[in-house]
């Protein structure tokens, strides 16, 4: 059975710093798209930041560029989210979300495996 568990959400206050964790389990993910989403509370579920399966490429939402960055280790099967300059807007719940592709897609519908998630909470 696959497993993606998310780790490393709290409170932080703007301008901080907190690192997400993504392990599989179940199957390797090291030749697939593993990728972040958010939700914040009333609104759709919206895609952060993505990375090839070789770590080469990264893609990221306009609106996190320059302060996140996505990374791997595939011996781990873990993908990460280094998240700094955390501001309030940067509130929800953070997922984790692989493919069968290696490709990411960049829409959550597109996925076929999530995590449980895990809260971040920016305060002013």
């Known amino acids: 059975q696959v497993q993606l568990v998310e780790s490393g959400g709290g409170l932080v206050q703007a301008g901080g710093s907190l690192r997400l964790s993504c392990a599989a389990s179940g199957r390797s993910f090291s030749g697939n798209a593993m990728d972040w989403f958010r939700q914040a509370p009333g609104k759709e579920r919206e895609f952060v930041a993505a990375?090839?399966?070789?770590?080469?490429?990264?893609y990221y939402a306009d609106s996190v560029k320059g302060r996140f960055t996505i990374s791997r280790d595939n011996a781990k099967n873990t993908v990460y989210l280094q998240m700094n300059s955390l501001k309030p807007e940067d509130t929800a719940v953070y997922y984790c979300?692989?493919?069968?592709?290696?490709?990411?897609?960049?829409?959550?519908?597109?996925?076929?495996?999530w995590g449980q998630g895990t809260q971040v909470t920016v305060s002013s």
């Open positions: 979300a692989a493919r069968r592709s290696s490709s990411s897609a960049y829409e959550a519908r597109k996925y076929d495996y």
């Open positions: 990375l090839n399966w070789s770590g080469s490429s990264t």
